[in-house]
């Protein structure tokens, strides 16, 4: 019977459960609330396991007590170090991220992953060090702060029709155009401050990045994902 790797990322804002075969993704699914035990069943039969590994920010995933789950952690890099005066401080869907870049790019020395996704963070792994730089707000938390802080200011959201003039568009440049230019202006400060060989960019935001810097680096859909993959394979 083929099994595959099962790869679950419960962050804050989605689950994403990825079914890999070997190091082939073989499909996604992607939720906002725990599946319910027929859906469990379900890709049981549809996807038989071989391992399951859970990163998780949510505490324990309940609907998981039935399975053999392997915890991802801040532990699991091993052989990497986090260099941290408290590594357990590290998220472990970062730590994820940075073992999925260092397995699409293993030939290069000094990795950064920029993670586009509640809150945006910047990360380099290299042959020995896991380095956390930054965390700063996402695009969401960007429109709901200029929203919840004032008295008036509308709440932007994806996918709205946006006038050409007026406050909505004031706002909706100020997260978008300012969230970008940030990006690009830290990973410019990163790339020369720690010589870095390649930008890993990944998260749900991804798609609101321009084509021109999109084509700049490489972009990894469900980074988190394939570092679990990459952990459970050589675990």
Request: hydrophobic residues 40%; charged residues 20%; aromatic residues 12%.
């Amino acid at each position: 019977m083929v099994k595959y790797n099962w790869c679950i990322d419960a962050g804050n804002s989605s689950i994403k459960w990825g079914f890999f075969l070997d190091n082939v993704l073989v499909e996604v699914i992607q939720f906002h609330e725990d599946p319910t035990p027929a859906q469990c069943n379900e890709w049981r039969v549809k996807y038989p396991p071989e391992k399951i590994g859970v990163s998780s920010v949510r505490g324990p995933l309940l609907w998981l007590r039935e399975f053999e789950v392997n915890a991802f952690s801040f532990r699991s890099v091993s052989p990497f170090v986090i260099d941290y005066n408290e590594p357990s401080e590290m998220g472990a869907d970062r730590c994820a991220a940075a073992l999925g870049a260092y397995f699409k790019c293993p030939d290069k020395k000094v990795i950064l992953v920029v993670d586009l996704g509640t809150c945006i963070t910047y990360t380099t792994i290299t042959n020995e060090l896991i380095s956390g730089w930054a965390i700063s707000p996402g695009l969401q938390m960007r429109w709901h702060a200029m929203h919840r802080f004032t008295a008036q200011l509308p709440l932007m959201d994806h996918g709205q029709n946006i006038p050409e003039k007026g406050t909505s568009r004031n706002l909706w440049n100020g997260g978008v155009l300012g969230w970008r230019q940030e990006i690009s202006g830290m990973i410019d400060l990163f790339c020369e401050k720690e010589q870095v060989n390649q930008v890993v960019i990944t998260g749900s935001d991804v798609v609101h990045l321009e084509k021109q810097f999109k084509d700049r680096f490489l972009v990894v859909e469900f980074l988190n994902l394939w570092g679990l993959n990459y952990w459970l394979n050589e675990g």
